[in-house]
């Protein structure tokens, strides 16, 4: 078959135009006439028309390159069967189905091969497979194409795929990286991107800014991420991360004035089931009652945060707010001087996030490692305290956490302070 005929069959196969197959490199004229053979198309154009079809420059240029047609159709069936698994939440099975796929993936338009890599990637993801997840992703990544502006809004999911594996995988810098190249990529490209996903990346990276501990650009994407929602009139769950992250530690308000804020949060959360979103805004709230002293409310909404748990999906979130519920039960029952009851509590939290190895727990058994330490310090047991200590310690330098650092070093030279000065008065005595 010559290859105007080619490119004619595998255009209409495709359900693209002329102009969708010239795009803004050439005419549609120029297109119509390499299909009619009035003219040979240029090695340029060959790149660009194969590139737009999806196949392999081989298979227009050599005319021993027969199009088989049964394989196309084998091919495309089997995307629809995965769209259809992908969609049912079978995971695993997917990832079974993508590699002939993705093998073949030229015999598909490419809007449809590049969805295709976003489902591989994101099941790897939903199965907490990070190593994968990160590898096809980097893989895809890095093919050397030229991406129209529809298929670069899928390019970006991938990019955010990236970001979400490495904030999983506890390298926060990197994930900044990724996610500030997406704004980057609509900025510049002025893509019309879907504004749910653009406000939902903006609030990722307030919350990656908020990690490293650079309250100025937790402050800028804040504004950013309520600057585009107020101007498309959208609720978002990037919008309701932002707001009951960012007045929980930056906006410069009283109790009261936070908590009728945040029952407005948790009532507009609840309305869209976004039992995630409530069960961080009671976590705000409560961390700011402690601060306050407020432990009538602490436990009010320790109550609550332990109703909403069984509404969270998945195997992840219900045990990390259950580690969560585990660490402001210790830290309450140390207010009350229960120091027993704060042990058991600090020690489960600490098991669970052992025994869980999503790195995003990472902060989290910081705090649950410290908390232990402060109580034995309380208890005038030193060694007990610096040994957890030195555990918080190794966690922040694996994972790059310098802002916990600090923290670390002052208690361990009170610790050491107050042990030196335990064993000098030991020896006195026994002099």
């Known amino acids: 078959m010559r290859i105007g005929s080619k490119i004619k069959k595998l255009r209409l196969e495709r359900n693209l135009s ?24 240029s090695k340029k154009a060959i790149k660009h028309i194969a590139s737009k079809l999806n196949v392999p420059e081989y298979m227009l240029v050599d005319e021993n390159s027969n199009i088989d047609g049964e394989m196309i159709e ?21 990832i079974e189905m993508m590699p002939i796929i993705i093998k073949n993936g030229t015999l598909l338009n490419s809007i449809d091969f590049l969805q295709v890599k976003v489902w591989y990637v994101d099941s790897y993801s939903q199965i907490l497979d990070w190593d994968n997840a990160l590898k096809y992703t980097q893989e895809f990544l890095n ?51 879907d504004i749910a996903f653009r406000i939902d990346n903006l609030s990722i990276i307030q919350v990656l800014y908020e990690f490293i501990g650079a309250g100025e650009e937790v402050k800028e994407y804040y504004k950013k991420v309520m600057e585009h929602s107020k101007k498309h009139k959208i609720i978002t769950q990037g919008l309701l991360r932002s707001i009951s992250r960012y007045y929980r530690d930056y906006a410069d308000l009283n109790l009261e004035e936070i908590k009728v804020f945040y029952n407005s949060v948790i009532y507009t959360a609840k309305l869209v089931e976004d039992w995630v979103r409530v069960a961080i805004v009671y976590s705000c709230l409560i961390e700011i009652c402690f601060r306050d002293n407020e432990l009538a409310l602490v436990d009010q909404y320790l109550k609550s945060l332990n109703e909403t748990i069984p509404r969270l999906e998945g195997n992840y979130y219900p045990g990390f ?42 902060k989290l058994k910081i705090d649950s490692l410290l908390e232990i330490a402060s109580l034995y310090m309380k208890l005038e047991e030193y060694s007990s305290s610096l040994l957890y200590l ?19 070093d002052d208690l361990k030279t009170k610790a050491y302070s107050q042990l030196k000065t335990k064993v000098n008065k030991t020896e006195s005595i026994l002099d």
């Open 18 to 41: 002329q102009s969708d197959l010239a795009g803004e490199v050439f005419s549609r004229n120029y297109i119509s006439q390499i299909e009619r053979e009035v003219i040979q198309p």
């Open 74 to 94: 084998k091919i495309h069936n089997a995307f629809l069967s995965a769209r259809r698994v992908y969609m049912s939440g079978d995971y695993k099975k997917c």
């Open 143 to 193: 093919e050397d194409k030229v991406y129209s502006r529809s298929e670069l809004k899928l390019i970006l999911e991938l990019k955010r795929f990236e970001g979400t594996v490495y904030y999983n995988k506890g390298m926060f810098e990197k994930a900044l990286h990724s996610h500030l190249a997406i704004e980057e990529e609509i900025e510049d490209k002025e893509l019309d991107i």
């Open 321 to 362: 707010y259950i580690a969560y519920h585990h660490l402001y039960r210790g830290k309450y029952h140390v207010k009350l001087s229960e120091y027993d009851e704060a042990k058991i509590h600090f020690n489960k939290a600490v098991e669970f996030l052992e025994e869980n190895k999503r790195v995003t727990t990472i």
């Open 390 to 408: 030195d555990m918080a310690e190794a966690v922040s330098l694996e994972y790059s956490l310098y802002t916990k650092l600090k923290n670390i």
